[in-house]
Structures are given as C-alpha cells and as structure tokens.
C-alpha cells in the first residue's frame, strides 16, 4: 500500500539547513497497522506529511497504492488525499464553530461526486466511532475524547484506504486513548491501513509492527511481541 | 450539487456562524452603498421634479417677440410691427448652441371661424410643427400639423378647447371643414385643454393654428412672424444662450451697441435652473464621498480578511488534508470576501433608499426610487468584493499545510 525508498527532506531558512530525512526506506502492507517512534524531533510529523502528500520529498521515491505522486500537480494530490487518505491529529483540529455532524461531513465537500445524503454518511460514520449523541454539539461542548472520535469519523467519511495518525492519543488521558486505540483496531481489523506516529511505548505495543526513527533514518525495525496481541484481543473483548 | 455549489453553501453557513464578524467586515461598505443610493435616489426625484417643472412651466423656452424693449407688456391688439422674418428664426437654428427646436409664428386676432350656423371670432396662429413640443402642448384628438402640410400649405387647422366646444357642442370636430375668413379648412386636431395663462390674460384654449405657411401665403398674406420660440436642450444653459439669440439678432438687424432694439427676447425665469445647479453641486460632493467610503469598505474587508488568512492558517491546512485544492481555498476566501460585501450592499442600498424615501416624504428632497441604486449597489459590490477579495484569497491558496497543521494550540 505504501512503499517509500530513500525519503529525504532538508529544511532550509535563510543559511539554516536542517536534513531532517536522510534517507528512509520501508513499506506498509494493505490492512497493516504499522507505528512509528522516535524521539521528538527526529522527523516523525515530516514523514507522515510526506506520506499525507501534504508535503514533498527533496530526494527518494514515494509510491502510494501503486502510484508516484511526487510530479503530480496539486489537483492530482488534493484528489488522492480525499480519496485514499484520512487524518487524524493530536490536536484534533476541528473548526470551532461548525457542529460535530458539520464536522464530519467536510471532507464531503472536496469529493469529485456529490455523495448523496451528507448528514446521514456523517451519522453513520459518527456511529463508527461510536458517537450517537451530541452530533449538534460544538467541539467546545464535548470531551477531549469526543472530539478525537469526530476527528476520526471525519477521516472516516470518504472511506479511506489509508489512515494517518500523528500522535492521536497525545492529549487524552489514558484510558480516552486506549478506547481511541480500539476504534483504530477495529479499522485495521476491517481492512484499512494504519500509519500511526508517537512516541509512547504503550501504544506503540498496539501496533503489528514498530518503526523507530532516528536522526532521520529508521534504525530498527521489530514486530510487536506476542503478549501485546493477547492484550489487544482482551481489550477488543471488552468493547 | 457540485464541487464550487457545495463550497459557495458550506462559506455561507460558515459566515451565519458568524454574523458580528461579517457585520464589522461590511460595515464600511455599508455606509458607502447607503450614502451612494440615497444620492441616486435624490438625485433621480430631483431631475424629475426639475423635469416635471420644465414641462409645465415651458422653462427651456425662450421667446423672441417683434418690437423693442416696450414689449415687456402683453400685447393687447398685433401690432404691424415689420422687424422678424423666417431668416432671423433660420439664423437662430443654424448658428446659435444649445437650441434643438425653433418654430417661427405668426398671430393675429379678429380670425373668423365658422361651422354650419355656429361661429366664433378667434386668435389665429400661424406655426411650424416643431412648435407643438417646444410649447410643451399636445392634441387630445386628430393630430397636429406635419412638415407635409407646410410644404403644401394646406388649408388645415387645429383647435382650441372653447373653439371647438363652441362650433362642434356634439363634438366629432377632427375630419370636418370650417370656413376661416370664408376660406374652408379641415379640423386635422384638438388641443388638450389648457386653461389661461398664469396672469389670466391669454387664453390658450380660445385659439385656432394653422401653418406657417398658410398663415404667410394666405390667411394673413404678409411675411413678417410675430415670434420667434425655441427650445434650449440644457435648461442651465438658457441665461447665456437667450444672449447668444440677442447679439445674433441684433447684428442681423444692424443695431450698435446702446441702440435700441427691434425685438424683445424673453426668457423664463432662473430659479429652477439655479436650483438644478445647487443639486448637483451637492450631489457630486456626496458621489465623491460615497466613492472614498466604497474604497474605505472593500479596503476594511481585505484587511479583515488578510488578518483571517493567517488566524485561520489551521483551517486551511486542515481543508487541504481533506482534499481541498490550493483553487478551492482561494474560492473559499473570494466567495467569502464576495458575500460580505454583497451582504453590505444590500444592507446599504436598503439603508440608502430608506433614508432617501424619508427625507422625501418629509419634504426635504425629492426622491424616486427606481432598480437604478439596486443595480449599481450590486455590480459596485460584486466588482469590490472580488478586487479586495483576490488578494486574501492568493494567501490563502498560498498558505503550506504542512507547516500550519504543525501549531500545538487546539
Ligand atoms: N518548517 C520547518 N522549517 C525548519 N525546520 C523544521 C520545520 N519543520 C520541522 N522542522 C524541524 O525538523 C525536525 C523534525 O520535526 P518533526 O516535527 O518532524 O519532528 P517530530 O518527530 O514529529 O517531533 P515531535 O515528536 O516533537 O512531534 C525538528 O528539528 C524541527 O525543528
Ligand atoms: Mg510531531
């Protein structure tokens, strides 16, 4: 599903260079739920942006289901983010003054085709996430979790292969974040991809595989040990 | 719905999300569209005021009478007076700015007309057709004398009310003949009813006109014209061009400087002429203001929108995550910018006739309303929310969603 192969990116301002991806090459497979650690500022946010086409390579290849989108023009990468991408922040990032439901529904507005009934997609992906109440609360009015979970249904809305998350647990407590963890199970259970950045070793151990990045390489690479899938069913039971 | 429908509906909910924002981005334009209608719609009532006016009063007519200075009183009986001709009226017409319509007229009183066995004794005119708008008159029945009927010297007239009420009591005057100084002439027409004049002297319903040409050849049989009238097409401008007739005449008729004339120009009274200038003096004043408030507004609601640009740098970014194209956000932020200002022009055009209407009603200006301010408000407004709308909205596509999705604050 993605496949990248040498990945390099070099901030410059003014004189000031910093080469933040010197190099970084692995893949994801469909219906993967792969986790990237690192410490803070090893580059983690610039690759996801990579990945999100939100942001070009200097160097290296990007190919995304199959396809380089590194010529692309930005009608070209616009269109394969909201059709093959959804995203998650840390921050939530919701506009202030629009619904939960209105929320939801954004992404609807720069799809090709009109898709029907917007408001009862929004409700049926606010269900996904399970989110039935306060659909016409304003994301001040609802809890931290809750509006990660609209942020999820918001990325949820075009039915994205490919999801990308950039520290979705960071400002919520522990047990907020383990149920947002178990949604994302569930997503990647249903078959879509996962790209899941942090720096949290818990959660990290929710992931099939583990990417750690350092200095702008990824310096290991393991696969998840064994007690974390029994953990993983457990809480999967407890849904 | 498409693509650029679906973005023009979700800026419009965004912006009745937030309406005292929108109501201090519009509020400069508002008052400019407000000050600009009201002037259209003064501006409109007091030209048709003046309008109205000059229709009744004959303002932009000005006439030149046979005879000198000693004229200024009403004739009372024609007098043989030999000083205008035809060439003096054709001389007025060629060579004197601002006059579009001269008619040369003859008169001349004690004119039998008779019809079977009633008869009347009556004022006859002898005119050329141009002389019916110049006098502001019109037939109510039948049609006025044609330049055809000049070139045949027909042996035609139209009638005065009380002279046609006087002969025909059954009515069906237009089509019969009546015999003026015993010579037969069709009724071609029928003056409307006029009244006397402001002193009560001249009575314009008891009067018969025919041709001048008639009126030279035969029924007067003589050359010389009682009048010369004409219309000037600016009514600012009949002061100075009754005094452009006068030195023409004057040289015509060979008269020096400080000799008496052979002729009287009289023109109608300035006021309202002065009145029209005052207007528009103050009119153009409160234009040019209205323009600077217009600038004022759309300058307001760049600047707004440039502050939002970057305030909302995390929406754009977040919009373009989601598959927004750089065009896309910059149609956000255009339509934005348009809405705003459509939406203070139509509060300030409403505001403006409003105003206008009221301070007509009161009787402080004349106004008409009309779609003029309606349309000119929404052309202003459209054309005003794209030119400063273009610049945020360059911006705004500008803006690199990655670097303004990485901000810590929610
Ligand atoms: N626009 C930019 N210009 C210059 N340097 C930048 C820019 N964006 C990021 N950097 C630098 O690149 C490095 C990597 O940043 P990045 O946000 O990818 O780190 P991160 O791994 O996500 O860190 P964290 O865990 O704190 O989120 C940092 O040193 C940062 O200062
Ligand atoms: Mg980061």
Redesign the pocket.
């Known amino acids: 599903m993605i496949e990248v192969d040498g990945l390099t990116r070099l901030?410059?301002?003014g004189t000031?260079e910093?080469q933040?991806l010197k190099g970084v090459s692995f893949r994801v497979r469909r219906g993967e739920f792969v986790v990237i650690m690192?410490?803070?500022?090893?580059?983690?946010?610039?690759?996801?942006?990579i990945l999100g086409l939100l942001d070009r390579p200097d160097g290296g290849r990007y190919l995304l289901d199959g396809a380089d989108l590194s010529g692309a023009d930005d009608d070209a990468r616009s269109a394969a983010r909201n059709r093959k991408l959804g995203f998650v922040f840390?921050q939530f990032h919701l506009l202030e003054r629009a619904s939960a439901l209105r929320n939801v529904t954004l992404p609807l507005l720069y799809a090709e085709q009109d898709s029907g009934d917007s408001t009862e997609r929004a409700e049926r992906a606010l269900q996904a996430v399970g989110l039935t109440h306060r659909p016409r609360h304003l994301p001040s009015e609802l809890s931290g979790g809750e509006q990660q979970r609209v942020a999820i249904a918001r990325a949820l809305i075009n039915d994205p292969a490919v999801i990308l998350a950039?520290?979705p647990t960071g400002n919520l407590d522990a047990q907020n974040g383990r149920e947002i963890l178990e949604i994302f199970r569930h997503l990647v259970d249903g078959g879509r991809t996962l790209v899941l950045?942090t720096?949290d070793r818990a959660v990290a151990e929710r992931g099939d595989r583990v990417l750690v990045?350092d200095d702008g390489r990824i310096v290991g690479e393991e696969a998840v040990p064994t007690p974390a899938a029994g953990t993983r069913s457990d809480a999967a039971g407890a849904v | 719905m498409n693509r650029s429908q679906r973005i023009a509906r979700d800026v419009l909910v965004s912006l009745s999300a937030q309406r005292s924002r929108v109501l201090l981005m519009m509020l400069g334009l508002t008052v400019g569209v407000a000050v600009l209608s009201a002037v259209i719609v003064i501006g409109q009532g007091t030209r048709e005021r003046i309008m109205g006016l000059v229709e009744k009063h004959g303002l932009d007519m000005v006439m030149v009478r046979a005879g000198g200075d000693v004229q200024i009183f009403a004739p009372q009986s024609d007098r043989g007076l030999a000083s205008l001709v035809e060439a003096d009226a054709r001389a007025v017409e060629a060579e004197v700015p601002y006059v579009d319509l001269v008619s040369a007229v003859q008169n001349q009183r004690g004119i039998s007309v008779v019809y079977e066995d009633r008869s009347v004794i009556t004022r006859a005119f002898g005119v050329e057709p141009t002389w019916l708008a110049i006098r502001h008159r019109d037939v109510a029945e039948g049609e006025f004398l044609s330049e055809s009927d000049m070139a045949a010297m027909a042996r035609v007239a139209v009638l005065g009310v009380k002279v046609t009420r006087a002969l025909f009591p059954e009515g069906g005057a237009v089509g019969r003949t009546v015999r003026v100084n015993n010579d037969p002439y069709t009724v071609k027409g029928v003056f409307i009813e006029l009244g006397t004049d402001a002193a009560g002297v001249d009575d314009w319903d008891d009067r018969i006109v025919v041709p001048l040409t008639t009126s030279a050849r035969r029924l007067f049989n003589r050359p010389y014209l009682e009048q010369i009238v004409f219309r000037v097409t600016d009514v600012r401008r009949v002061p100075e061009t009754a005094e452009r007739v006068r030195n023409l005449l004057a040289v015509r008729h060979g008269i020096g400087p400080g000799q008496p004339a052979d002729f009287f120009v009289r023109e109608p009274e300035d006021v309202e002429g002065a009145a029209l200038e005052t207007t528009s003096t103050l009119s153009a004043l409160l234009l040019a203001i209205s323009v600077v408030a217009l600038v004022v507004g759309g300058l307001v609601i760049m600047n707004l929108m440039l502050a939002s640009v970057s305030q909302r740098s995390r929406e754009i970014g977040l919009r373009r995550s989601m598959g927004a194209r750089a065009s896309d956000i910059s149609r956000q932020f255009l339509l934005e910018a348009l809405f705003v200002a459509l939406a203070g022009g139509a509060v300030g055009v409403a505001a403006g006739t409003v105003i206008a209407a009221a301070l007509g009603a009161a009787g402080i200006a004349s106004s008409r309303i009309t779609w003029v301010p309606f349309a000119v408000a929404l052309v202003a407004c459209a054309a005003i929310g794209v030119v400063f709308g273009i610049h945020p909205a360059r911006n705004a596509a500008r803006v690199?969603p990655?670097?303004s999705l990485?901000g810590r604050a929610a």
């Open positions: 901030y410059r301002r000031l910093t933040v690192g410490r803070s500022g090893s580059g983690k946010s610039t690759l996801l942006n840390q950039d520290e950045v720096h990045l | 690199d990655a670097a990485r």
